[in-house]
């Protein structure tokens, strides 16, 4: 596994009695649309939980660029992690909700405004940008959520069913989405669902049972 960029090594999580995730291992290429396809209880939420230190197993390792990161904090992680229900701040324009995390960082004002004008741009959403979430539907929303975590400039994004709350169209924008980032900007895209016709846009499919 000398070439992966993300290897899960013989990882366990136990929750008391319950197995969640048992004895997997799979690696991931840098730059690589990866999808995890499986019912809901199967072990995908605990798996990419593990991968953003929010979890630890109890056998295995991670690594992430040739780094174990299996007992590395959250916050020193280049993985950041998009939600199904948007988590976007409902008092906030969606300029201001996609530079928040860069204004935390301390970066330079100069540098806020071209990262979240550039951004805007390449979701083609700059006429929304002095909207409110209220004022957008669930498609843009997720969007708008995709974006302020890619202006964060992430190793690795992963997708928690990000598409589970919109209607088909919705869907299909997010999707969209999804692959015009991962193709500009090279970042390791891990989208967990299960809706086949989703997985099945990815570069490879884990499927789990």
């Not at 992680?77 to 976007?88: D, G, S």
């Not at 860069?102 to 806020?112: D, F, G, H, I, Y």
């Not at 979701?123 to 975590?149: C, E, F, N, T």
Request: proline fraction near 5%; include cysteine; charge should be neutral.
């Amino acid at each position: 596994m000398a070439n992966e960029f993300l290897v899960f090594d013989h990882v366990t999580k136990r929750f008391g009695a319950l197995t969640a995730v048992n004895d997997v291992s799979f690696s991931i290429k840098k730059g690589e649309f990866f999808s995890l396809l499986g019912p809901s209880g199967c072990g995908k939420t605990t798996l990419l939980r593990m991968l953003g230190g929010f979890e630890h197993p109890d056998t295995g390792r991670i690594y992430l660029d040739g780094k174990d990161i299996t007992d590395a904090p959250p916050n020193i992680r280049r993985v950041h992690t998009v939600f199904q229900n948007y988590a976007l701040f409902p008092t906030m324009t969606i300029w201001d909700n996609i530079a928040f995390s860069l204004r935390l960082a301390k970066k330079p004002k100069a540098e806020v405004e071209e990262s979240v004008d550039a951004i805007l741009e390449m979701i083609r959403m700059s006429d929304h940008a002095w909207k409110y979430p209220s004022q957008l539907s669930g498609g843009q929303k997720q969007r708008v959520a995709i974006a302020g975590v890619i202006a964060m400039r992430p190793e690795c994004i992963i997708l928690d069913e990000p598409t589970a709350m919109l209607d088909p169209r919705g869907r299909e924008e997010v999707m969209k989405t999804i692959k015009m980032l991962r193709d500009e900007l090279g970042v390791t895209v891990i989208l967990i669902t299960h809706y086949m016709d989703e997985a099945v846009k990815a570069d490879r499919v884990l499927i789990i049972n």
